[in-house]
């Protein structure tokens, strides 16, 4: 069966209904570029989208030298096929006429171009003097969780064993340090328990803070598809917006920001209450179940109404959702994350997991996601504050072991202290501590909270910013030397996506002019400074991305995350493989703790835990007391109210978010015309009552301030909870006049004008989502409607005051339910 549809009007496409424990249908979504046929495709080249962490596995259609499109690939375990809309239309973004070229250096307080070895000569002179004058300790490297795996561990080895400092994290600090936290305070160690196949067998899938059907669309068709069939799961919602998940949802819950905590251990009250706890796995496999009861005792459903403004008997029928499961499956995003108590209340999820015992069964699992591509990689590899292989900084044997890998001695690695988050990297830069930092793949400068001071510490004479980018960002044109990137398509490599599944990207096309892969930058940094390892030999030794794989599989060999059974020809052709991949498991890994729990025991784990109140990390000798078997740990918390609160100046919280349109700070995608045409500009979403209250209508221009700053938008309103202001992140200034900052011509368009410089005391994540705001008028809309999709949890409340978001014939995509005829792919000339 073919069809063509807008997937910008309809971004989940056609159904192909499905019954539980049945595999997922095939659907083949396909987009070349308006006069090219299939037929005039010279090359498909394997890849896997980098504009989620979906790990969405696709094929690039390739035409003189350009890239023209892309297909979903119908053998891979991930999507079957299927895209989402910025894997449909965000690839057009590479061949943009303001792509980087050249590196650039600042010359008289103005970029100009160079050649590379001008640039790499003043980056490697500097390092050098720092090095000698002021230590290791005064570089810092902040990455990104889009580049490839054998990237990010280039980087780890040059950084930790050549530079020797300790201050190398990746913009996964944003998006999902508390995934990798909360594992490791529940597991002992990172990986994911679960999989997307689990989406297959659950009978209830209960979703926290995770809006999937903007993140991870192609897994939110699969629910959508088991919705369709007679057997359908039930779902549960925790979102304080009217998502797509809400409104097919048996019970939604939309708490207060900022009470998690309480609004979960109010469920894990009623669980144990009803007593819908499996005491069997609780006794065999974990610790602290004792101690949750304890504190959950008075945690009752009409307690936490109380403080999540969500009445006792939704949370109640929750609780009996959860309870009643034959098999339950938990998936949690940013709204957890990004919120006061992140990893408490992300633990909490995992508890109750281990108290229902649903784990490692299919349909039985926690899915812990990831918000980027390779976000995965960026902690497996150790660019993103842990260390290499997942093991322990603080276990002197497992620095040892790393060091032999690497062929330094053990004093070489930095473990003295835990390794540095990015939110007190940019803090060391801003005391002058840190004087070299080196930004790959991430636009700081409109990502990272309270914009106006990120600005201060990026523009200081004394700090020395090196960008590696595709385009002149805002954070870019702040630099002292912009180095140009090849990116997706332009270059091979790795990516792990959020359920383990790791992907081979193939190049398709040559990148544009002198841009260079981030693999191939690192490397030629590092022989400029000619690192060494204890014998005297290149520190480095690979040379190309299949080497540097090579390399990273010793160091992940009898690791958790064992690689040592992958090789590019494996991975090219068929379906990306789930690690561990090794002799005991040569086809992948669907699920972790099918046999009980891995990697807790005090000698292998990869952490000790931490305070979940105060953040500080626990000694060996406490974790060995408490866990000297090796068991999951069941952590209860205490709820804590937010440090922001509302009050008479500031009467609203805000929250921010994304959009299935755009990704990060739009660098991409608002260079894909489909996707920036469907949200082209900032917005603030307010609900109906508030709304009515102040005299407000959809398309009104106001205003919102916080204590940091302010962000002016056209207003939406919507069926979000009353209090709650929502603006979209993603929006920036490199596409106004007024470049890198609002001025006195261009007001605040970023989100995080007004976010908090605050974290998880346990995973050091920014909170995006619990500052206390105001809201006023600025002028009326007139019948100007806001920029914002009509499509998704941005939907208006009177649909007919706004025209419906639509992308026209541009944005009409094949859809083919049945295999398609040729699915073989090649490596472009």
């Excluded at 390892?533 to 090579?550: H, M, N, Q, R, V």
Aim: negative net charge; aromatic residues 6%.
């Amino acid at each position: 069966m073919d069809a063509s549809m807008d997937r910008v009007a309809r971004p989940w496409g056609l159904r192909t209904p499905y019954s539980r424990r049945e595999p997922w249908p095939p659907r083949v979504d396909t987009f070349l570029e308006a006069g090219v046929e299939a037929e005039a495709v010279q090359h498909w080249v394997q890849a896997a989208s980098i504009l989620h962490s979906d790990g969405d596995a696709m094929d690039i259609a390739v035409k003189d030298g350009r890239m023209v499109g892309v297909r979903g690939r119908i053998d891979d375990r991930v999507n079957r096929g299927r895209l989402g809309p910025k894997d449909l239309f965000g690839w057009q973004a590479n061949g943009s006429p303001d792509r980087l070229t050249t590196p650039l250096i600042r010359q008289h307080g103005h970029l100009v171009e160079c050649d590379w070895d001008t640039a790499m000569e003043r980056i490697v002179a500097l390092s050098r003097e720092l090095l000698a004058d002021r230590g290791p300790a005064s570089l810092g490297f902040y990455t990104s969780g889009q580049l490839f795996l054998e990237e990010y561990y280039t980087l780890a080895v040059l950084a930790r064993a050549g530079i020797g400092t300790n201050h190398l994290d990746g913009n996964t600090r944003l998006c999902t340090a508390t995934a990798g936290e909360a594992l490791k305070e529940s597991f002992g160690c990172d990986g994911q328990p679960g999989c997307y196949d689990d989406i297959d067998h659950a009978d209830v899938i209960a979703l926290f803070g995770h809006n999937i059907a903007e993140t991870q669309p192609v897994q939110w068709m699969r629910v959508l598809d088991r919705l369709a069939d007679s057997d359908p799961p039930r779902l549960l919602c925790v979102d304080p917006r009217p998502t797509q998940v809400a409104h097919h949802a048996e019970v939604h819950l939309a708490p207060r920001l900022g009470t998690n905590v309480a609004l979960l251990n109010a469920l894990l009250h009623e669980i144990i209450r009803t007593d819908r706890v499996d005491h069997d796995f609780v006794t065999a496999h974990t610790v602290g179940f004792e101690e949750l009861v304890r504190r959950v005792e008075r945690c009752t459903p009409e307690w936490a109404a109380g403080i999540c403004d969500v009445p006792a008997a939704p949370i109640g029928e929750a609780a009996e959702l959860l309870g009643s499961a034959d098999r339950l499956l938990s998936t949690v995003l940013q709204g957890v994350y990004q919120s006061h108590q992140a990893t408490a209340a992300a633990v909490q999820v995992n508890n109750l997991h281990l108290i229902r015992g649903m784990l490692g069964r299919p349909g039985a699992g926690v899915l812990q996601m990831n918000g980027q591509p390779s976000a995965e990689n960026t902690r497996e590899c150790g660019a993103n504050g842990d260390l290499p292989g997942f093991r322990n900084w603080q276990n002197d044997s497992h620095v040892a072991d790393l060091a032999r890998v690497w062929n330094v001695e053990p004093q070489t690695i930095p473990h003295f202290a835990p390794p540095t988050h990015a939110m007190q990297m940019f803090r060391y830069a801003e005391q002058g501590t840190i004087r070299m930092l080196w930004i790959s793949g991430t636009n700081p400068a409109v990502s990272l909270p309270e914009l106006s001071r990120i600005r201060a510490i990026l523009s200081q004479e004394r700090l020395f910013v090196v960008v590696q980018d595709l385009f002149l960002t805002e954070t870019a044109q702040l630099a002292d030397v912009v180095l140009p990137a090849a990116t997706w398509g332009e270059k091979t490599g790795t990516l792990t996506n959020a359920d383990r599944t790791v992907h081979l990207s193939d190049r398709a096309v040559r990148p544009p002019g002198e841009a260079r892969s981030d693999l191939d930058i690192f490397l030629d940094y590092a022989a400029r400074m000619d690192f060494r390892d204890k014998d005297g030999g290149p520190l480095i030794t690979w040379y190309d991305p299949e080497s540097a794989f090579e390399a990273w599989k010793r160091c992940s060999a009898g690791r958790p995350c064992d690689y040592t059974g992958l090789t590019y020809d494996r991975l090219r052709g068929g379906s990306g493989i789930q690690w561990p991949c090794d002799d005991r498991a040569p086809d992948g890994t669907n699920r972790l703790y099918t046999d009980g729990i891995s990697w807790a025991h005090p000698d292998q784990c990869e952490s000790y835990g931490k305070d979940l109140v105060t953040g500080a990390p626990n000694e060996a000798v406490e974790y060995r007391s408490l866990n000297p078997d090796g068991k999951a740990l069941i952590k209860a918390a205490d709820y804590l109210p937010p440090h922001e609160l509302p009050d008479d100046d500031h009467p609203f919280q805000l929250t921010t978010g994304r959009t299935v349109y755009h990704f990060h700070t739009r660098t991409k995608t608002a260079r894909a015309p489909q996707l920036n045409a469907a949200a082209p500009d900032v917005w603030v979403e307010v609900s109906a009552v508030d709304a009515a209250q102040l005299g407000l209508d959809e398309g009104d221009l106001v205003e919102v301030t916080t204590p940091r700053g302010s962000v002016r938008g056209r207003l939406r309103v919507t069926g979000i909870r009353q209090g709650l202001l929502f603006i979209p992140f993603h929006y920036g200034y490199w596409d106004t006049r007024a470049g890198h900052g609002p001025n006195g011509d261009t007001p605040g368009r970023a989100a995080n004008e007004s976010t908090i410089t605050d974290w998880d005391p346990a995973s050091k994540q920014p909170l995006f989502k619990t500052a206390a705001a105001a809201l006023r008028l600025v002028e009326r809309g007139r019948g100007t409607p806001a920029p914002a999709p009509t499509t998704t949890a941005s939907a208006p409340v009177h649909a007919d005051a706004v025209l419906a978001t639509v992308g026209g014939p541009s944005a009409v995509v094949a859809q083919t339910a049945e295999p398609a005829r040729d699915n073989r792919t090649e490596d472009a000339p």
